[in-house]
């Protein structure tokens, strides 16, 4: 509600672009970009957080989908609606380590996908691997489905993100495939 947070590891040209940024997801946007600086944190204490979650999460979503063109990195697939008051866009910010295990909000503990894909990720029928490709589980050939579009991607490489420092992190994925795929 402050507004306010603290710069660790931050180079001055860094913070004082910070100054004019006017919204608090703006801010939030800006601190997460400047983090790509140090390294990928994984137990990040969520108690340092001065602004509030809600500011924190819409920064993080909107980040993570501008990074990958606001599509889904697995289907490629894009809505996008500008409403006058607002822009509505199906693309998701999903961690990859989930907040609930102590993932962090950065952009390399992140994919933008959409609802189903997300949805899958999070449930481990698919992952991805060191390469950027998608690792389809094989659960999915004993589930009852119809018009489920996860197989035909299967080998297929991600969507990248704009900027390389927001690539997906090896230990993220190395972790979602420990923890979360459903290999078998």
Known sequence: ESRRFELVGCVPAL??????VASAEEQEEAYLRQRLALPLVVAEPR????VSRAARDSAFRWLVVDEYYRLCAV??????LRQPDREVVEAEAAHIIPVE?????????AL????RHHWAFDEGLFTVTDTLEVRVSPVVQRA?????????YAGEPLVRPAHAACVPADESL????RERFLAG
Request: glycine share 2%.
């Open 112 to 115: 933008s996908l959409c609802r």
């Open 144 to 152: 009852m489905r119809q018009h489920f579009d996860l197989e035909e």
């Open 75 to 80: 289907c490629k697939s894009r809505f996008v």
């Open 101 to 109: 295990k102590q993932g962090p909000d950065d952009p390399r503990n």
């Open 174 to 177: 190395a972790w979602h495939r």
């Open 47 to 50: 108690a340092e957080y001065v």
């Open 15 to 20: 913070a004082t672009s910070l100054s004019p």
